[in-house]
């Protein structure tokens, strides 16, 4: 049996700041541009708290 494991990783390829947004698009298996739009959003609705949390997950996240 074949079991393949999901991980949250940050891609090499196809980025535009640290890779995160493409991480996670690849792990949840939607466009990186739907994330990056959402991660926008939320940096500018939320007064900087989604800013808090891209710069953890920069930092948390193993990059591939």
Same mark, same amino acid.
């Given at each position: /049996? ?7 990783? $940050?891609? $090499?390829?196809?980025?535009? =700041? *640290? ?6 698009? $690849?792990? #949840?298996? =939607? ?5 990056? #739009?959402? *991660? =926008?959003?939320?940096? +500018? ?5 989604? #800013?808090?949390?891209?710069?953890? *997950?920069? +930092? #948390? /996240?193993?990059? =591939?």
């Amino acid at each position: /049996m074949n079991t393949q494991v999901k991980q949250l990783v $940050r891609p $090499r390829e196809d980025r535009m =700041v *640290a890779g995160v947004c493409s991480g996670v698009a $690849r792990y #949840l298996g =939607v466009d990186p541009t739907l994330v990056r #739009l959402l *991660a =926008v959003l939320g940096v +500018i609705l939320s007064f900087g708290t989604a #800013l808090v949390a891209y710069v953890a *997950a920069w +930092i #948390l /996240m193993p990059e =591939v």
